[in-house]
């Protein structure tokens, strides 16, 4: 038994080492250095536990190493267990632009003609590296809740001209800037006050102080044209695929099921019908990123208006609730969600309402005082149960029932 437990000890300690820990660039590096507890570490790409990339700037020799010691000049416990070198006999030049094989446990190190910085990109599945520059492509690259905000090499745009890059055939959806490898160099994103980017429009881009962007919905992009220079710009031409909002909770195991999907009405507005969620749940996109929704210190209840709210705290419905029709405005930091059990709710059809605006008063015709709610666009209430609301100069949704528009009162 003494005998089978010091083996079991030793094949554990053989598969440890086996586990990458991360990846290091160990060398001529700057941050880094001959010994075997200093290296400049790469991230991994998307979540990868093989895939790692990085810039580092490289003046001489190097290697790669999954772990480096705590302690310096342990070097037959880093040359055994952690360094991965070329395959040639004591080392080699490094090609730009080619990956090159590695093995495990090699006393050897690639060496750089010209100093400089470079990406470096390893893959222990491939059991490569290459290095790089960002001349090789345009090095500016959509990163987003759609890459896992990576410097993903199909998100990267394609240079046309000083001034002009494009990315084609891509999909978004979420949070997303445009930045290079290194956010530092590059980081553009939206204005605090309208990071609400629309498919089809020229959106200006912010190039200080600014803030993740998104779109209302999930899109695929068919181009995305950036315009560098003194006023920086984006514009995404493509198609809605779904609207890309849920029901996630307890019922569904918090997932994005398409069941539980929201249909895209128009004018901010989204419905789902004959589906009532059990449990706890909220209102959320793929990545609880532009879209996660939760009521605030009020229960939310059936057949009303309820206003819900970002970042807000899990819902529930009353038990044997019933809902024919799901109602959900999101209004900036608020929305609105109404749970209709009445049965005339699932043959609603799209009524001849009008909505005009006249001498900064909105006028809806063709409805009850009791069915129109009127909200800015930062979610704040304005008018309920008045066909005649007095407002000021902007932009308001109207909701009528379960449908909703947006006018302009100038």
């Given amino acids: 038994m003494k005998r089978f437990t010091i083996l079991l000890m030793a094949l554990m300690a053989t598969c440890l080492l086996n586990i990458n820990a991360g990846c290091f660039v160990v060398g001529d590096v700057v941050g880094g250095g001959w010994n075997t507890n200093v290296g400049v570490e790469l991230n991994p790409v998307d979540g990868s536990s093989t895939l790692y990339r990085g810039e580092v700037t490289i003046t001489g020799w190097f290697c790669i190493a999954t772990q480096l010691t705590t302690t310096a000049n342990q070097w037959n416990e880093f040359n055994g267990n952690y360094r991965y070198s070329p395959t040639a006999t004591g080392g080699t030049t490094m090609p730009i632009g080619v990956a090159q094989a590695m093995e495990k446990a090699r006393d050897a190190s690639w060496k750089i003609a010209a100093s400089g910085t470079y990406i470096v990109e390893v893959d222990f599945a491939a059991l490569t590296v290459k290095c790089y520059t960002e ?92 315009i560098l220079g003194d006023a920086p710009s984006l514009l995404i031409e493509g198609t809605k695929t779904t609207s890309g909002i849920f029901i996630r909770g307890v019922i569904n195991e918090w997932e994005t099921l398409p069941e539980w999907e929201f249909t895209d009405e128009g004018e901010g507005h989204y419905t789902l019908r004959n589906m009532t969620p059990t449990g706890e749940f909220k209102i959320g996109d793929d990545s609880w990123g532009v879209y996660n929704y939760g009521k605030g210190d009020a229960d939310v209840v059936l057949n009303a208006d309820n206003e819900i709210y970002y970042n807000g705290q899990g819902m529930t419905l009353a038990d044997n609730a019933e809902c024919k029709l799901i109602t959900f405005i999101p209004l900036e930091s608020k929305a609105s969600i109404y749970f209709d059990t009445t049965s005339s709710a699932e043959a609603a059809t799209a009524e001849t309402f009008k909505v005009t605006a006249d001498n900064g008063t909105i006028i809806v015709t063709g409805a009850a005082p009791s069915e129109v709610t009127i909200y800015d666009l930062n979610g704040a209430l304005v008018s309920k149960n008045s066909t005649k609301a007095k407002v000021g100069t902007g932009v308001y949704i109207v909701k009528i029932n379960d449908k909703a528009t947006k006018i302009a009162v100038k």
């Fill in 135 to 226: 001349t090789e492509g345009s090095g500016i690259f959509l990163r987003g809740d759609i890459t896992g905000w990576n410097a993903l090499p199909t998100y990267e745009f394609v240079k046309n001209s000083d001034t002009e890059y494009v990315l084609e055939n891509v999909k978004l959806q979420g949070f997303f800037k445009v930045a290079k490898f290194d956010w530092a160099k590059l980081t553009l994103g939206g204005a605090k006050d309208n990071y609400r980017a629309t498919v089809g429009e020229t959106y200006n881009l912010a190039t200080t102080d600014n803030v993740n962007m998104c779109l209302d919905a999930t899109y695929q992009c068919a181009k995305i044209t950036l």
